[in-house]
């Protein structure tokens, strides 16, 4: 039976946000979050663009509010804008995958910490067959898990079939026959799950998947499913399965995520909203407001400033806080002093906590000759989710962080080691056996949700430890990371045997959480095509092997088989481009890290940044990358 839905914000509240009442439409912009969140976030799967969509559909939702007549409509209004920011989103990105030649090529997968199938299991506490669906959806193509995402509000009761049908643009009969028909998919996909997690497996299944990337897709589905509906093995396996509308039943909307949206959503419809001016000769407000209504970035309470006390309390509270119109959410973490990293690189030129001196050198009385300045474009910083760098402790290092375009970086350490930038996340990392400590594990736990594991434990000089060790360690590393990326060894993990294969062994036989695998790489073939083609070979045969997302912490071209041989910069921008073009077209390497930020003026390396905060070639060729 359809739900009938909650009937969405109350008609006055949106009558005195179209007539640009600033208190009401912060109220209507924060009961609406959560439901679009649900919408785009179940839709996209928890695809990295979510907060992207999200952003876009509040956007025009406050736009054309000014427009809406039927106040009694604007639930369903708001979500049709939501389907069409999702069909618009998926249609994109079909778009920009047929362009795409290399034959590596595939859509991306949602990151392991905003997968919403795994985040509604985690969240919502889901068991047995409830699990099933969520994991279930990972399968559908684009069209059906956007409907899944309206269909499964329905059950829950937080939409009617009027909404749903309105957002498809549909009558409610043709409506009843596209949800029949998604959901005839969503068992299917459900009878694939289960047979792909029994354990033993059935073998005819695990012959079948040699050669499948471990991603799921509507094309796996169909030649899984039509094992499942043959095989007498599978089959009994996929009986007993519940109707989906009794499992969803009475399940609550997913709280979105703390900090989602905040930091960029203020700013983001500021900008729109006085560019929007600007064409249109409206005065400053939301989306052709009455004159009267206050300006956004001057007022002291703004958007999303009462987020706290609407229907999300508690899962943001404490983290927005608004000042002189500006919405602060950056968490501070000041970590305690901690050794710098060793300036000696032995084989893969990771610093190590224990060691003394930093691997960039100390000021000299000796000055330097400065290069004379030349007239050069600036270059034009590209943004990604995946780029990252591997940072330490030296002059003008935050800078660099900023300039660099990372999205994220590591220490080496539990804490920032006084490195920081504002659009730069900090990822903690657990080094060796003498960092499982009580304030270690709690200063990771804050700085989350990712945790990286050991450092090349299978090094002496390293965190050099023994499989068993790092596998008694290993819970006590769960316990502080929610997203938890494997001991990161040099060399090897693709070899059947060897340190890494055996702790991933053991891990699985001791029931032991590792989401993604960490990886290092040197290359000592400085020619780039090769040096490419060598990186990717290992990325995937590392996957291959596990079927886990993959993180690259370190990667550079260094030749450590006599000592330590480094390419010329020249060498390495040329690498640092073609790499990172190969690297996005892996849909389950979710991160790469440089190494790293900083350059010695002294020395050759592979550093991104001179310490007067000028880049490298190198550090240039980053900036640019994606």
Known sequence: MPGTGRGGPDTSMVAAARDGDQRALDALVAESLPLLYNIVGRALNGHNDVDDVVQETLLRVVRGLPDLRDLGAYRSWMV?????????????????????????????IPDPASDFAAVTILRLGLTDQRREVAEATRWLDGDDRSLLALWWLE??????????????GLS????????????EQVQTARMVVRALNAD???PELRTLTWNWDGVPSALWRKRFARHVRGCAVCGRRAAGLLPIDRLLGGLPLLPIPAGFLLDK???????????????SHLPLGWGGASPGAHALHARPRGLLSSIPHGPVAGTV????????????????????????????????????????PSPSPSPSATPTRKATPRATRPPVVAASVKKG??????????????????????????????????????????WGASSVTAAKLAEARRAGPYLLGFNEPDMPGQADMTVEQALDLWPKLMSAGRVLGSPSVAFGAATPGSWFDRFMTGAAERGHRVDFIALHWYGGDFRTAAAVSQLRSYIQSVYKRYRKPIWLTEYALIDFSNGARYASDAQQAAFVTASTRMLTTLPYVKRYAWFGLSASARKPGSGLFHENGTPTKAGRAFQSAR
């Open 80 to 108: 049709a804008i939501a389907v069409r920011q999702v069909r618009d989103h998926q249609q994109d990105r079909s778009n920009l995958h047929n362009r795409r030649t290399d034959l590596d090529t595939a859509r991306e």
């Open 155 to 168: 059950e829950t009761g937080e939409l009617g079939r009027s909404d749903l049908a309105g957002a498809l």
């Open 172 to 183: 409610g009969r043709h409506a009843a026959v596209r949800v029949q028909r998604m959901k």
């Open 200 to 202: 033993p497996r059935c």
């Open 265 to 279: 959503l203020h700013a983001t419809l500021t900008a729109a909203d006085a560019a929007g001016r600007a064409a």
């Open 317 to 356: 509270a404490g983290l927005a806080v608004v000042v002189g119109g500006v919405l602060i959410t950056r968490h501070v973490t000041i970590p305690p002093p901690a050794p710098a990293p060793r300036a000696t690189i032995a084989l893969s030129a990771t610093p190590s906590p224990s060691a003394s």
């Open 389 to 430: 760098v591997a940072a330490w402790r030296a002059a003008g290092g935050s800078a660099a962080l900023a300039k660099s375009g990372a999205s994220w970086y590591y220490t080496w350490s539990t804490g920032n080691e006084g490195v920081s930038a504002p659009k730069a996340k900090f990822v903690p990392m657990i």
